[in-house]
């Protein structure tokens, strides 16, 4: 089982904010989006950083990929 960021990504576009503004807006580090861009696991601490910052929901920023 994998997840994806592919909603968070598309929620930026739709929105019209760079990942910079994002990391400005929620606080979380350079570091953290290049484990993202790469669908690594990152902290639950994290996504609620960004949910917050999104005013959004966990389920519109992240989705679990299930495997065959």
Known sequence: MAITYKKLWKLLI????????????SGVGASTFSKMNKNEYVSLEVLVKLCLALNCELGDIVEIVRGD
């Open 14 to 25: 739709d929105r019209d904010m760079s990942k910079a503004e994002l990391r400005e807006l």
